[in-house]
């Protein structure tokens, strides 16, 4: 995700998956496929790394694919191990500084580049992967660099307008969510005038530091984040006039719509709603599923949560970021061609399709047009060919790191001028964003 961009409390959890041989790290000869030894006969491991939301979500889809891999390499130990996008890059840093990367490892769209520049990554055969003819362009480009393949796309997320239709219907009289934004706006003030009592509810649950959100009003106001220039170096554009409108109008919805703590980023926002505190907000299209969820939400909720597309400034639906996550294999990986086929297993058509039906955007056009037209995922669907996406410069992945954008729109909801703090931002960008990471 980002990414996605998803965030999950949940802590760390490590499974062990195989019943032999599971030592601390593979062998050259367990590459089955450089050897062409018979798989039954390969030894060593594969230590995956994966996010926790397939933990959450599909974890039926993980155990499937290494009960797979398990069949074809009995004799190979698979150790998978989750973890949480708030400290997963701190955590991988170290681990390829200490020689002990897993050979496995799930990436955020945003977070590739740093380590296919740094040279952590392995290449890969993209026409041994299924739909790689297909494979989602802007998903497809985070992983490709001077015509190799770094990274195999893995799913996609687009945000939508996710909603409780009772409460729209309650309000407005429409259980239906606006499709312009002056009818959203006029809907959202009925709502908070309906609940006007309850100075916890938010007719939209806006997170202040929510900068996938901001930067989709920046997108729709003409703005970018930054520039490639002639001279042949990325400059920030946040203190560009349009960009400021982009900001400034996000800022006005967080400060009129969200009556929850402004300085709280968009980490399990889902729970706003299933606690009764929230009417709508801005989110992947799973996350309407984890409100009525049993562990997650509350499942009497399940009818009346809805997603639809959200509408924009301009007239238009509010361009959404192609959030998503890739697969890797480490460089430094003694068994890159067992982890490569963990990867194919995980990413075949079989487990692109497991994905789908679970409304998750999965990693190629063949599968995600028949998602177009279902309720569900339509607006999301829709949504990804005209998505936007951050710069792909060598240094992007420190400015995410160091939260450049999340702390300036924190700055100026704490009241700090729109015109100053993106010009510190611009000015913090350009410090980072043509190095390598």
Not at 139 to 167: E, F, H, I, M
């Amino acid at each position: 995700m980002k990414k996605r961009q998803l965030v999950s409390t949940l802590a760390t959890t490590v499974l062990a998956v195989g019943l032999t041989a599971c030592s601390s790290a593979g062998s050259p000869s367990a590459d089955t496929r450089n050897t062409g030894a018979d798989p039954k006969a390969a030894t060593g491991s594969v230590t995956v790394w994966l996010m926790d939301d397939a933990q959450k979500n599909w974890p039926d889809l993980v155990q499937r694919v290494n009960d797979e891999f398990a069949a074809k390499y009995p004799k190979v130990g698979l150790k998978l191990a989750y973890q949480g996008w708030a400290d997963k890059v701190t955590k991988l840093d170290k681990a390829i500084a200490a020689g002990n990367a897993p050979d496995v490892v799930e990436l955020g769209n945003t977070e590739t580049m740093k380590y296919v520049l740094s040279g952590a990554l392995a290449p890969v055969d993209r026409s041994s992967f299924d739909n790689s003819d297909s494979w989602i362009k802007a998903l497809a480009n985070t992983c490709t660099y001077q015509d190799k393949l770094w990274c195999v796309p893995y799913y996609a997320g687009a945000r939508v307008a996710v909603y409780n239709s009772a409460a729209f219907q309650q309000a407005t009289g429409n259980a239906e969510f606006p499709k312009t934004e002056t009818e959203l706006l006029a809907a959202l003030d009925r709502i908070a005038d309906r609940n006007k009592a309850d100075r916890t509810f938010s007719p939209l649950y806006l997170p202040g530091p929510y900068w996938y959100a901001a930067m989709s009003y920046v997108a729709a106001s003409g703005g970018s984040i930054a520039k490639f220039d002639s001279s042949g170096n990325w400059h920030g554009t946040l203190h560009d006039p349009k960009s400021q409108e982009g900001i400034g109008h996000f800022v006005d919805l967080v400060r009129k719509y969200n009556r929850g703590d402004l300085t709280l980023n968009e980490q399990n926002q889902y729970e706003a709603m299933a606690r009764g505190h929230a009417a709508s907000f801005y989110g992947n299209g799973y996350e309407a599923a984890s409100v009525s969820a049993p562990v997650t939400g509350d499942p009497s909720l399940k009818d009346a949560v809805k997603v639809a597309t959200m509408p924009g400034p301009d007239g238009k639906p509010l361009p959404t970021f192609i959030g998503g996550s890739d697969l890797a294999v480490t460089a430094k990986s003694p068994s890159v061609a067992l982890a490569a086929d963990w990867i194919r297993m995980f990413t075949s058509a079989k487990s692109e399709q497991a994905l789908a039906d679970k409304d998750i955007l999965p990693n190629n056009l063949n599968q995600l047009n028949p998602l177009k037209g279902k309720p569900s995922t339509a607006a999301a669907a829709n949504a990804v060919p005209d998505a936007w996406f951050t710069p792909l410069a060598p240094g992007w992945g420190a400015i995410e790191k160091q939260k450049i954008i999340p702390d300036m729109l924190t700055a100026i909801l704490k009241g700090k001028s729109v015109d100053q703090a993106t010009k510190e931002a611009d000015a913090a960008i350009d410090q980072l964003i043509n190095k390598a990471s």
